[in-house]
C-alpha cells in the first residue's frame, strides 16, 4: 500500500484509457458509422447547431498552451481638440 515515503505501486499506467471507457467509444463510433458517419454528424450540425456545438466543446483540448510573441501599437486620440 502506498503511504508517505512508499513509491505507488499496481494500477494503470499514466495514459492508459480506461476500459469501459475505450468499449463505450467503440460503441459510439460503430453507432455513427451505422447511421452515416460524417454526412449524419453534418445533417445533425444543421438540424441542431447547439447540441453540435455541445459535442465540438466536448472533443476539444481543455487547455491550450501557447507562447504568443509580437508587438502592439497604441496610438492615443485626444476627442476634445
Known amino acids: 500500500m502506498a503511504g508517505p515515503g512508499r513509491p505507488k505501486t499496481g ?7 480506461n476500459k469501459v471507457n475505450a468499449e463505450v467509444k467503440e460503441l459510439i463510433r460503430g453507432a455513427l ?7 449524419y454528424l453534418v445533417e445533425q450540425a444543421k438540424a441542431n447547431p447547439i447540441a453540435f456545438m455541445v459535442l465540438i466543446g466536448k472533443i476539444l483540448p481543455k487547455d491550450i498552451n501557447a507562447k504568443i510573441e509580437g508587438t502592439i501599437s497604441l496610438e492615443m486620440v485626444n476627442e476634445f481638440e
Open 33 to 39: 458509422d451505422d447511421v452515416g458517419g460524417q454526412a
Open 11 to 17: 494500477g494503470r499506467k499514466k495514459g492508459v484509457t
